[in-house]
């Protein structure tokens, strides 16, 4: 029995013994090796490498690595630029109007009433000489009567001091009616009618200045007529005007004399050729466009007033440096071009352009000649090229590293 106690004794001490030798390694923190130190890199040194700062490059970018082979995967084209005859297409709408030059306002100089009526509606056709009305006037009548009194006087000669300026009198006085029928644009086929029948006529017949078309008629049968009253506006349409709209932009494009064609619905296929004339010198501040004055000559009367049609003018730009159309990536800040540097490397680069020639810009600065420019898949190469700027990029594509 004692033997027994002994050994339950012993075990238990053992236990004891135990247990308290592990709460001790629990408690007491195992050091740690100094070679096992953890270093802290500087924050600097954590961030990753920005690329948009590099020297030559556009703010916001970085160059851009693309596998050889995933690259027609992506399918990246490039062009060489070269130097080519450029011009500048510019395009308006244009409507036709008369030659303010070749419209003659039919008026008389003297009061009176219409007698006879010779064109009896807008439009109609005259030729030069042809009569458009007949107006008997009071005034005329007296007029051609004082004058035939006057021209008689001058025949009669009296003897003597009084009969020498009684002839004064009556030449001084035939010239001034003469002058006077003159100053009412009497046709000088009437006063010599006048002089040779030496009887006045009752009505004077108006006659149409010019070959042309009737574009206003505002006369009738016994209507009275005033000085300065327009009874009939007379058009020559031979040669006539376009009136075209050019954006504020295109106007210093623009010269006297330059060439320029005009199309029209009403005759397709048919190209009208003229030139430019005038170009007003105030701007439109709701359409910012500035009127322009084409001529064209017209022989045919096919363009008529008031038609609508499209006027293009072809501007030389000269043997430039061109750089496609498909190729300019515009951020509304910057025009962003991508050259190929080599095998899948490409550099954005910053380019100024200048006048636009069909599908290609005027380069004038930024690239050089025989640079490869990305024309497809550039968009996807702007983004991935920002990303990387940023430190991020797609799979398949990996940034140079400097």
């Known amino acids: 029995m004692r033997l027994r106690a002994l050994k339950s004794s012993l075990i238990a001490f053992l236990v004891a013994i135990t247990v308290t030798s592990c709460q001790s390694e629990q408690e007491t923190p195992k050091a740690q090796p100094e070679h096992e ?9 954590t961030k990753p490498e920005s690329m948009s700062n590099m020297e030559g490059m556009p703010s916001g970018y970085a160059e851009v690595k693309i596998d050889p082979q995933r690259i027609q995967l992506f399918g990246v084209r490039t062009e060489k630029i ?26 008389t100089k003297f009061s009176g009433w219409i007698v006879d009526l010779y064109v009896n509606f807008t439009n109609q056709s005259v030729k ?11 005034a005329l009548l007296a007029t051609q009567e004082e004058y035939l009194i006057a021209k008689k006087g001058t025949k009669n000669q009296l003897k003597g001091t009084f009969g ?26 009437e006063i010599e009618r006048l002089d040779r029948q030496g009887t006045p ?3 004077l017949t108006i006659r149409s200045p010019i070959d042309g078309i009737v574009l206003q008629k505002n006369a009738f049968a016994g209507m009275n007529v005033e000085p300065g009253m327009n009874t009939f506006i007379v058009a020559n349409l031979s040669h006539i005007w376009v009136l075209a709209d050019i954006f504020e932009q295109d106007i210093a494009s623009i010269l006297i004399g330059q060439q320029a064609t005009f199309i029209m619905n009403a005759f397709p296929g048919r190209v ?4 430019v004339d005038f170009i007003n ?17 017209n022989p045919e009367i096919l363009m008529k007033p008031g038609m609508y049609g499209v006027v293009e003018l072809t501007i030389p730009i000269g043997f430039v440096l061109a750089l496609p159309e498909a190729a300019v990536i515009d951020t509304g800040t910057q025009k962003i071009v ?21 599908e290609f810009y005027q380069v004038l600065k930024g690239l050089n000649e025989n640079d490869l420019v990305v024309t497809s898949s550039q968009f996807l190469m702007d983004s991935e090229s920002r990303i990387k700027a940023t430190g991020g990029g797609m799979q398949g594509m990996e940034m140079e590293k400097k």
């Open 37 to 45: 130190t953890m270093k802290v890199k500087p924050e600097a040194e």
């Open 272 to 275: 009208f050729e003229g030139q």
């Open 201 to 203: 006529m009752r009505t």
């Open 281 to 297: 010198y105030v701007l439109d501040q709701t359409t910012r466009t500035t009127k322009v004055r084409l001529e064209f000559h």
């Open 82 to 107: 070269i130097s080519r005859e450029l011009s500048k297409s510019v395009r308006a709408v244009g409507i036709v109007a008369a030659d303010e030059r070749l419209v003659k306002n039919i008026q």
């Open 128 to 138: 030069k000489g042809e009569p458009l009305f007949s107006v008997y006037s009071p």
């Open 338 to 358: 991508f050259i190929e540097k080599g095998p899948g490397l490409y550099m954005p680069v910053e380019v100024q352009l200048g006048a636009k020639g069909g």
């Open 164 to 189: 020498e300026e009684y002839s004064r009198t009556n030449q001084k006085l035939l010239e001034s009616v003469k002058q006077r029928l003159e100053l009412w644009d009497i046709p000088q086929e």
